[in-house]
């Protein structure tokens, strides 16, 4: 064997060395943060257990929180609370349900996927679909008509609920809502990244989490700003529940397909006769109010459009007062109505 073969021949044995090296290297990094992504979901979870029931609705367990009208005291209709993407029950629960209390059948849901709701089959992004599973919720707790609030995302479900249960729908509350196609389509990149098959379950089972625990604190500021992060909103709101592998991949999803869905459903706004107010902050940087806000303003006829200066994306958090008194505006307009 000449000294040029034997010199290729260890060349070759340290290219392979190394090689297997990386690769064990890798597969560590992906135990390690895998392992590390169980246990802090599994802490999350220990953290803000369910704080309210469940109901089996077409075979998902849908999590809910209901805060029953005080006796002689209820003066307002029942209000249904849907969450914006991240988010959960608890959050607009700690926004206003004190403030509220006594006044109305308050029923916050965990969105399907979200929270402590299982998350059901294929296609459970759709608005509409969710819309379905929060009328059976309704029907099942006896509720026949409804005030129903949507944050954000969340007004994408409530506006899709009055097109599926216009009979249920007293009024519309639909706060920074995010209803229509905006230009582009783009949401952030790690949203798309969970939503693909194999690489999102990766993904979301590795580092998502652990990524997400460290930018958490920033991102609860941006989605406030100009705003400051209300004191207690980390534990009244519960929002770390998103960062756990499921519940991330499922909100993913919900954003990434929020686009094709609003596409199609938008053209159908025009047939919502439910009274309809619509609240946005002039300074929310997280959802386009000129595409969303007058996009409903201009669809549903004789809804109203109420601007809060100097608020951001949580008018709920931000101004719960506002927001209380528009609740209370449409009320009365619902009660004229039905008289």
């Given amino acids: 064997m000449s000294s040029k073969t034997s010199s290729s021949g260890k060349a070759l044995d340290i290219h392979m060395r190394f090689l297997r090296l990386m690769v064990f290297s890798l597969?560590?990094?992906?135990?390690?943060?895998?392992?590390?992504?169980?246990?802090?979901a599994f802490e999350t979870t220990r953290k803000f257990p369910p704080t309210g029931s469940f109901a089996s609705i077409d075979g998902v367990?849908?999590?809910?929180?209901?805060?029953?009208?005080?006796?002689g005291s209820e003066d307002i209709e029942p209000i249904v609370f849907l969450h914006g993407a991240s988010g959960n029950a608890r959050?607009?629960?700690?926004?206003?349900?004190?403030?509220l209390r006594g006044r109305a059948r308050m029923i916050f849901v965990d969105r399907p996927g979200a929270g402590h709701s299982a998350r059901g089959g294929a296609g459970m992004e759709a608005p509409d679909a969710q819309a379905r599973l929060v009328g059976g919720l309704l029907r099942?707790?006896?509720?026949?008509?409804?005030?129903?609030?949507?944050?954000s995302l969340g007004a994408s479900i409530a506006v899709a609920f009055a097109l599926e249960h216009p009979e249920m729908t007293a009024g519309l509350v639909l706060l920074s809502p995010a209803t229509h196609p905006w230009?582009?389509?783009?949401?952030?990149?790690?949203?798309?990244?969970?939503?693909?098959?194999?690489?999102?379950r990766l993904f979301s089972e590795t580092i998502a989490v652990p990524a997400g625990r460290l930018m958490f604190s920033k991102a609860v500021k941006g989605v406030f700003a100009p705003d400051k992060v209300p004191a207690g909103y980390d534990t009244r709101s519960a929002a770390e529940l998103v960062l756990r592998p499921g519940t991330f991949r499922h909100n993913a999803a919900d954003v990434s397909g929020l686009f094709a869905h609003v596409t199609r459903l938008s053209p159908r706004y025009g047939e919502i006769?439910?009274?309809t107010v619509v609240i946005s902050g002039d300074s929310d940087d997280v959802v386009l109010a000129n595409i969303h806000s007058e996009g409903l303003v201009r669809d549903i006829k004789g809804a109203k459009l109420?601007?809060?200066a100097n608020t951001g994306h949580s008018p709920a958090w931000s101004a719960p007062d506002k927001?209380?008194?528009?609740?209370?505006?449409?009320?009365?307009q619902i009660r004229v109505q039905g008289q």
């Fill in 27 to 40: 597969a560590l990094l992906v135990v390690v943060f895998a392992g590390l992504t169980q246990y802090l």
């Fill in 61 to 71: 367990q849908i999590h809910y929180i209901d805060s029953p009208a005080d006796a």
């Fill in 91 to 99: 959050d607009l629960d700690g926004a206003l349900v004190d403030k």
């Fill in 140 to 151: 099942q707790l006896g509720v026949k008509r409804a005030i129903v609030l949507g944050h």
């Fill in 183 to 200: 230009p582009g389509g783009d949401v952030s990149w790690y949203y798309d990244v969970a939503s693909f098959p194999v690489l999102g």
């Fill in 273 to 275: 006769t439910a009274p």
């Fill in 306 to 308: 109420v601007w809060l």
């Fill in 323 to 332: 927001v209380i008194a528009e609740i209370e505006a449409l009320n009365a």
